[in-house]
């Protein structure tokens, strides 16, 4: 509140006044109680320079103003009516908030010594006896003013500097808490930059080709190498880039540092030797002023994604090459037919000069061999006729080893390691024998200056998706381990394939794996090779456990012997009219009487016109239209007791699910006597002479 010009201030100032003042009052305050206003006035007037005063007229009123503010002292008439000075000294000192402030009785009489003990207990701190001395009083009350004022300035001083102590303190710890967020951020960061499955890095945009200031920690884990290794050597990260991708990626580097961004995937050597697919992708980063300053870039180890799409590429691949060999092997089987039938004809019909007869003989044993390696392409192309049974491996590594024994040199060992109580294999025995024999023969191969071929036996129990290409299941792996030369990674994706070969001409076909890799699929089982150059290579062929009471091979059933059957009228039906014509020689040259249809409507016809005077008839499986099996179904509703026998290729076996009753297979190719057997078997001589 301002003061007015020529105002007494103290006098005029009501309670109200002085609480709504009494925030911001900075100086020291005077409370003067006395019940007679002159008295008031006057020491007012004395005091008035000293600071502000506060007057009061009864011990009530002061009490009230000392609850709202504080006062350098008091000065409190011992004579009042009502609550007299003493008693009001007393409630001041017993109150908390008050009980500090120095209080000087004003007293008109009562000098006597008894009077003034009872006012210092009260608690008096001095007396000032009316008429009051002007200067005595001012002298007095000044000190105690000055005495509020240090204290006040002491205080002041005291919170001044525990607020910047507590300014201080919050900074500190404001900056604390901040570092501290910081370094939690740096560790989430890190942990982060961890665990991703990828390197992150920067390059500088001026060095040759590459040479980082920073890599994630996964670097060295993935690549073998540390950062300074490679950011000290100039030249290693290109000399390890794969010789046929570096030019690629080194113009790819080059181009980034025009455009500014690169996103490339290339092989690279890391420091154990092997090859990784790496997907390299990096924009550049550049100052405020717009100065290229470096590269900050990824590198993902792709290489798993990588193998997986060669595997799934190499499987396809696999599967059009079976297709394509199983289709020519197919038809290759049916010219081979011919030949050897026609070959076998000529040797049984026609007189010939002893040179020509070791030209036939030649020429039977070429198409012989042809037909061999068509039964090869077969089995590659899993089209080859399987019996799978139950097969002990005892047996087995018997008959193994007698196929081998002169085979395998004086220089080559073999070993067999087979697992205790080794499961029976659920497989075809002479096929898994082959495969095995060409296994080692390979292994042989491969070991020019001798060693040990092991063969391992042992069961497994394969959990789903663990191999690929085999289901859940019992399995018994059989791994053929060399120690020889081993096949180079790039080879190792070509050599299932049939005719691929690094032997000499005329030393291997390069059917050997393609056979064992079909006929594993083909006996739902699996075939895979590891191989390391230099140190040797394991087949490994896995073929399922057979189930229980599965039939184990019988005794091999004896030979049909030939019987001398009669002259037969025989209904011939093949659309092939080479093939069709050699088997008519053959069955003439055995003095049968033949009948010829091209395809299975032809031959209803013919049976139509000469119902029952066919004694046999014999017709191929494969046909356009009409297959054999269908023309037996409709043959059989004209002559239901004629004998049949049916000519099938390997692949066509496993389609002939609907062969009527009682109807013989005979699979191409065929010796006159394979023919003549199974008619035997058709038609049992004693059935046709009656
Ligand atoms: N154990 C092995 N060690 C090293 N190389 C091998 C081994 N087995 C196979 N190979 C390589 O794989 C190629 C193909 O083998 P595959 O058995 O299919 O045909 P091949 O042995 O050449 O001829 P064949 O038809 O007479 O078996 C071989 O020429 C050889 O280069
Ligand atoms: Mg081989």
């Known amino acids: 509140m301002n003061r007015r010009a020529g105002e007494i201030p103290v006098a005029l100032r009501t309670e109200a006044d002085v609480a709504a003042a009494e925030p911001d009052s900075e100086g020291a305050r005077v409370l003067l109680v006395d019940d007679d206003e002159r008295n008031l006035l006057a ?7 000293l600071g502000e005063v506060v007057l009061a007229r009864s011990g009530e009123e002061a009490l009230r103003h000392l609850l709202k503010g504080e006062f350098a002292v008091i000065l409190l008439d011992v004579y009042m009516p009502g609550m007299d000075g003493y008693e009001t000294a007393q409630i001041i000192r017993s109150r908390d908030q008050t009980k500090g402030i120095p209080i000087v009785f004003l007293s008109a009489v009562n000098k006597e010594a008894e009077h003034l003990l009872r006012g210092y207990s009260m608690g008096a701190v001095d007396y000032v006896f009316k008429p009051v001395d002007p200067i005595i009083l001012r002298s007095k009350v000044a000190v105690f003013v000055e005495l509020f004022e240090k204290s006040k300035e002491v205080e002041r001083k005291a919170r001044h500097e525990q607020a910047l102590l507590d300014a201080n303190l919050r900074a500190n710890a404001e900056r604390l808490r901040a570092e501290q967020e910081l370094r939690r951020a740096e560790q989430r960061q890190s942990a982060i930059i961890q665990s991703l499955p990828m390197v992150l890095y920067l390059d500088p945009y001026g060095a040759s080709p590459r040479r980082p200031t920073y890599v994630s920690g996964d670097f060295e884990a993935i690549t073998g190498f540390r950062l300074n290794e490679i950011a000290e050597d100039s030249t290693l990260w290109r000399d390890r880039l794969h010789p046929e991708d570096r030019d690629r990626v080194l113009a790819a580097m080059e181009a980034r540092r025009k455009t500014g961004r690169s996103s490339i995937e290339y092989r690279w050597q890391c420091a154990d030797g092997s090859y990784k697919h790496f997907l390299d992708q990096a924009v550049l980063l550049k100052d405020v002023d717009g100065k290229p300053v470096e590269f900050a870039g990824t590198l993902t180890d792709v290489s798993e994604q990588r193998s997986l799409e060669s595997q799934l590429i190499q499987a396809q691949k696999m599967d059009a090459i079976g297709k394509l060999t199983g289709g020519i092997a197919h038809d290759f089987n049916n010219l081979l037919a011919a030949v050897i039938g026609g070959l076998s004809l000529i040797e049984r019909r026609a007189v010939l000069a002893d040179d020509q007869q070791r030209l036939l003989g030649m020429t039977k044993r070429a198409a012989e061999q042809g037909s061999e390696l068509v039964r090869r392409l077969l089995a590659f192309a899993r089209r080859q006729r399987l019996e799978p049974r139950a097969i002990d491996l005892g047996p087995l590594q018997e008959a193994v080893s007698d196929l081998l024994s002169h085979t395998l040199g004086g220089l080559v060992n073999l070993e067999w390691r087979v697992e205790d109580r080794v499961w029976p294999v659920f497989a075809d025995q002479s096929q898994l024998e082959l495969a095995l024999v060409n296994l080692i023969i390979n292994a042989r191969d491969a070991m020019p ?196 026998l049916l000519i099938t290729g390997y692949a066509e076996t496993e389609m002939i699910r609907d062969k009527p009753e009682g109807v013989e297979t005979l699979l191409k190719p065929f010796t006159p006597a394979a023919l003549d057997a199974a008619m035997a078997r058709v038609r049992p001589s004693e059935k046709v002479s009656s």
């Open 449 to 644: 200056d001798g060693g040990t071929v092991t063969l391992i036996a042992e069961n497994r129990h394969v959990k789903d998706e663990e191999i690929p290409a085999l289901l859940a299941g019992d399995y018994v792996r059989l791994a053929v381990r060399d120690t020889g030369s081993g096949i180079s990674p790039e080879h190792l994706e070509q050599v299932m394939e049939p005719f691929f070969t690094t032997k000499d001409v005329g030393k291997g076909s390069g059917l050997g794996l393609s056979m064992v890799y079909g006929f594993a699929k083909q006996s739902d089982g699996a075939f895979r090779l590891e191989s390391e150059i230099g140190k040797g290579t394991t087949a490994e062929l896995w073929l399922p456990r057979a189930p229980e009471g599965a039939k184990a091979k019988e005794a091999s059933e004896p030979e049909l012997s030939r019987r001398e059957l009669p002259p037969l009228k025989v209904l011939l039906v093949d659309d092939h009219p080479e093939v069709r014509s050699t088997t008519a020689a053959v069955l003439e040259d055995s003095g049968h009487q033949v009948f010829e249809a091209a395809n299975g409507a032809e031959a209803l016809a013919l049976l139509k016109d000469r119902t029952s005077d066919f004694d046999l008839l014999i017709t191929d499986y494969a046909m356009p239209n009409l297959s054999g099996t269908d023309f037996l179904r409709e043959a059989r509703l004209l002559c239901p007791d004629v004998p049949a």
């Open 43 to 49: 020491v007012a007037t004395v005091l008035e320079d």
